[in-house]
């Protein structure tokens, strides 16, 4: 349905509507090799050169299972409070498409491996349970590159070409229950969830889950009712995929549901098409009929049945939850709540952890990651993991500054070098010549000049406004091209005009 | 007809082995008889769809060498085999016997070709079958019929009519064949060949291309019991390329063929269906089974009557869970990796494509099974049709289970009638899979199955089978049984069955 008039804005959606999300995340898994054969699942290969007769769905061959990857389904599971199977099958979606070799994807359906488990989340210091409905296993597609058309879609393009290198990679599609949340809160409590569920997927090693490389996919579901009605019918905005989105995407979609149902149409249901750049979501193709998966047990497999034994051990593998992490790290950092929010809305725990064990002091660890690499991560567009500073580095920078080798001003230049690509910043203060100068000889002359170049400010200072002396530390600083040591330099100025 | 192409596989290794004769000699002996009597899709036994004549050649050529060279050959060395189209070769063709797959070159050996090449067996050929092994006759093939070599205006069975005609006609000692509903035993029961179905899992499917993936097995094809033995033991065993394959010890099947030979079964408690057997049932091929039955007693079984109550269900049940498993299995032939491709003309949709390729690559019966399996496994008609067909199999395991818990081996007719006229049923697709009423169970519970000759049916003169069934991994029992009745008809009649077949020399042009 096309909708005309101006969408309401949220408030006002919200204000008659309460919203009900759905969650379905797909995490890629982080095994050496596929689902259900040998081939490598490196990321960025020379199209199809990671395949073989499996995963190419070529007849005769067979699936065989990934035990890590049931390992890691298992963990996640343990992880989100799941039960986990004592007995489960996987079972044939069957439809087709170019991109699925076999024309049916094995996945999971009425017996996934884990099931009935729940999130703790937090937003605004409020904390809310997301209900996990299920965590299965299935393998992924392979990938249609639409070549011809204007916008990479299948519409109007000449042909479609196929890459079958992330066919049967790993995949484990966590479900929530409804999430009936405070309607003011429901797309921040939607992006807090899929942070949580990333942050945790991180933590278990399982995945990197990067969104960006689709490494955990985001599909939000959302419907809207009338306080004290039924749920209303919901569609499925797919291809959500990074945090901001997620938020962005749940708003406008309430707001787009409350403008159709105001002017009196209905919501039909279908999956939706997120568009980053315009923040809109609109209509996939609609199905005529509802999709019949014929889903039926896959006979090429056994079914999986996880001793206890073997649960118990994942069990005991588990990483501390990221909430009760979050909570030690704050306390140990002496961070306010506000400060702990930046560093977790910046995907920087584990960078901050890791520099402040690699011997940097929390807020200045916090500085560098949130200020400098942040900056240029963003600039670059990649995540903060992937700016090119590793936190020991940052941790070095840190320790320079301690030393009294580097001030403020030529650490922020040695962090540009390393992120530049110059190397260690050790062999940045090396190569570029930043050298802190606080040797009295060299500095002293600096000071005399500035007195000298200022006497009206040496006076002011002689006469006790010690106010002055920055304008005097500012000459310096300028002559010396910031490598001056600022507070030996201070001590000089005084020494001389207060003595 | 060349000696070679009459003797046994055992007789044919030991006498490659023992320097009398070359493989390549034994390959071009019967290569030689491939082209005297095979012929084509309009005249000849039409037993292969391909004959690889030159790496027949370079495989025997390779036992030679390696006897040569003084190394230790398998029992099996050297000796030629036809292998069903359905199993994939890196080095030949693989059709299915489908238009869908016509000139299709798998990349790889299906578990069991690699296992087979190991063990120095020369593979002649790819034989013919139905349509991805779906239909009892071989007149499903996109290729043509194949012809019985007993009666070339008769069947050879199906879906493995080609390689049970390839023994029949002298054309190989041995063949493969796979077994998903009666496949390899019915086309050896009308062919008066030995066909085996081994436990379900006990030889691997990987390679194997899939009719419906919880009944198929692949399995030995002979024309004595012996002969089946030695090809089950390079075949059997766990591959870890199937999931499904049993990680156990292959029971010793070879054993038991020589331990049956010897022709005592005293002790055996052997049980006749009740229910496989009757109305429906040829009066000759009744007659031949009651025989065989006497000769059991004879050869000192203990012989009673079994009731197993849900085989009636059997062909029913099957009937549903095969094409629902088909309407999967076959729907990655869409056009767009390998085969045939059909209208993609630069102006239609790859869905159009594939729409049209399925439309003119499969065959009538291919199409009929698609849809019947898409319906039973639609939404609102699961539960009805795959659902409690299920719970008929789980039913008819447990009949099974009851039944060998009073007897070591069940029995029945394998067929209910002897080879039909080529064309009679075509257009009866119910009457066609009466065929496999015998057979189904077995595929049902995945246990050990196996045809052996039984004689001729007075009224046509052409073979029957007895059915032998043995408990799951107890495969063994089958070749007990096997080679002992093999023993005392041969003593009865001065010969294999298949001796008294009409010679074929001389048909192809």
């Known amino acids: 349905m096309t909708v005309t008039t101006a969408l309401p804005s949220f408030d006002e959606a919200i204000a008659t509507y309460e919203p009900v999300m759905g969650m379905e995340v797909h995490v890629e898994l982080g095994t050496a090799t596929k689902m259900f054969c040998g081939c490598s699942t490196a990321f960025g290969g020379e199209p199809n050169s990671q395949v073989c007769p499996v995963c190419l769905g070529l007849p005769g061959s067979l699936p065989v299972v990934n035990r890590t990857a049931v390992e890691s389904a298992i963990r996640i599971g343990l992880a989100l409070n799941c039960s986990i199977a004592e007995w489960c099958r996987f079972a044939r979606k069957n439809y087709f498409y170019p991109d699925m070799p076999k024309n049916f994807q094995t996945s999971q359906y009425d017996e996934p491996i884990a099931f009935d488990g729940y999130l703790d989340i937090t937003v605004d210091g409020e904390t809310y349970r997301i209900g996990i409905e299920r965590a299965h296993m299935e393998e992924d597609t392979g990938k249609s590159l639409h070549v011809g058309g204007a916008t990479g879609r299948i519409h109007g393009a000449s042909h479609s070409l196929l890459d079958y290198n992330r066919s049967g990679i790993p995949l484990i599609e966590i479900v929530t229950k409804p999430i009936e949340v405070p309607a003011a809160v429901a797309p921040a409590v939607a992006r807090a969830y899929v942070t949580e569920l990333r942050e945790l997927i991180r933590a278990l090693g399982v995945s990197e889950a990067r969104m960006e490389l689709g490494q955990l996919r985001c599909d939000a579901n959302v419907s809207l009712r009338l306080p004290g009605d039924p749920y209303g019918t919901r569609t499925e905005t797919k291809n959500v995929n990074s945090l901001r989105s997620v938020e962005r995407a749940v708003t406008y979609e309430i707001r787009r549901q409350a403008a159709v149902i105001s002017s009196g149409g209905t919501i039909v249901q279908e999956t939706r098409h997120w568009h980053e750049d315009t923040g809109e979501t609109t209509a996939g193709r609609v199905k005529e009929e509802a999709e019949d998966y014929r889903y039926f047990p896959e006979p090429d497999l056994v079914p999986v049945a996880p001793s206890r034994e073997w649960v118990d051990e994942l069990r005991g593998t588990l990483p501390e939850p990221p909430s009760e992490r979050r909570a030690r790290l704050q306390a140990d950092w002496g961070f306010t709540d506000l400060e702990m929010r930046d560093v977790v809305n910046a995907g920087a725990v584990a960078l901050v952890d890791a520099t402040v064990a690699a011997g940097a002091s929390a807020g200045g660890a916090k500085k560098w990651w949130l200020g400098e690499v942040a900056r240029v991560a963003n600039e670059r567009g990649v995540a903060l993991d992937d700016a090119g500073i590793a936190p020991g580095d940052v941790a070095r920078v840190e320790a320079l500054i301690a030393e009294g080798a580097l001030n403020d001003k030529l650490a922020r230049q040695v962090v540009e070098g390393v992120l530049a690509g110059e190397g260690t910043p050790d062999e940045v203060v090396a190569a570029r010549g930043l050298v802190l100068v606080n040797d009295d000889a060299a500095l002293g002359a600096a000071v005399d000049e500035a007195i000298a170049a200022q006497p009206d400010v040496a006076e002011k200072i002689r006469g006790g406004n010690l106010g002055a002396v920055g304008a005097l530390i500012g000459a310096i600083m300028k002559a010396t091209k910031g490598q001056a040591d600022a507070k030996r330099a201070r001590e000089l100025i005084l020494e001389r005009l207060q003595s | ?509």
């Open chain 2, 1 to 509: 007809m060349n000696r070679l192409t009459r003797a046994k596989a055992t007789e044919l290794a030991a006498a490659i082995k023992g320097g009398e004769v070359s493989a390549v000699e034994v390959a071009q002996a019967h290569l030689d008889r491939i082209a005297e009597v095979d012929g084509t899709a309009e005249a000849g036994v039409h037993a292969f769809l391909h004959v690889d004549t030159d790496g027949a050649l370079a495989a025997a050529a390779a036992v030679d060498r390696r006897r040569a060279d003084g190394e230790e050959l398998g029992p099996l060395a050297g000796v030629p085999l036809a292998l069903k189209d359905v199993i994939t070769t890196s080095d030949m063709p693989t059709t299915a016997g489908s238009k869908i797959l016509e000139g299709w070159r798998p990349p790889y050996d299906a578990t069991i070709t690699q296992r087979m090449r190991e063990a120095g067996i020369v593979i002649l050929g790819k034989t013919n079958l139905d349509e991805f092994a779906m239909g009892s006759s071989t007149e499903n093939s996109a290729f043509g019929v194949t012809r019985n070599p007993w009666d070339l205006t008769r069947i050879p069975g199906g879906s493995g009519g080609g390689s049970a005609a390839a023994l029949a006609a002298f054309e190989a000692p041995l063949a493969i064949g796979t077994d998903t509903g009666g496949s390899i035993r019915q086309p050896a029961a009308v062919t008066g060949t030995v066909g085996v179905k081994p436990t379900y899992g006990g030889v691997s499917r990987y390679g194997l291309i899939a009719c419906a993936s919880s009944l198929d097995q692949a399995g030995p094809c002979a024309r004595t019991v012996l002969d089946a033995a030695l090809l089950h033991t390079v075949i059997a065993g766990h591959d870890p390329l199937d999931s499904t394959s049993i990680a156990q010890q292959v029971p010793d099947v070879v054993a038991a063929a020589r331990r049956g030979a010897e022709g005592d079964l005293t002790g055996l408690r052997v049980g006749v269906v009740k229910e496989l057997g009757g109305e429906g049932y040829q009066a000759g091929v009744e007659a031949r089974f009651n025989d065989a039955v006497a000769l059991l007693s004879k050869l000192g079984a203990e012989v009673v009557e079994v009731s197993c109550p849900h085989f009636a269900y059997g062909l029913a049940a099957y009937y549903l869970i095969l094409p629902s498993e088909v309407s999967s299995n076959l729907a990655r032939f869409d056009a767009m990796r390998y085969g045939l491709r059909v209208g993609d003309d630069g102006t239609r949709s790859a869905e159009e494509v594939m729409s049209l390729t399925r439309g003119q690559g499969f065959g009538a019966e291919a199409k009929r099974r698609i849809m019947l399996g898409t319906y039973a496994l639609s939404s609102g008609y699961y539960d009805a049709y795959y659902g409690q067909a299920q719970k008929v199999r789980t039913l008819i395991a447990r009949d099974f289970e009851a039944a060998f818990a009073q007897v070591d081996v069940l029995v029945s007719p394998t067929t209910p009638t002897t080879a039909f006229p080529i064309g009679e049923k075509v257009d009866d697709p119910l009457a066609m899979y009466m065929n496999d009423l015998c057979t189904i169970p077995s595929n049902l519970a995945g246990n050990a199955s196996a045809s052996f000759p039984a004689g001729l049916a007075d009224e046509d003169g052409l073979p029957v089978g007895l059915h032998v069934m043995a408990p799951v991994m107890a495969d063994d029992r089958l070749y007990l049984v096997g080679a002992a009745v093999e023993a005392a008809y041969a003593a009865q009649w001065g010969g294999t069955l298949l001796e008294q077949a009409p010679a074929l020399e001389g048909i192809a042009p």
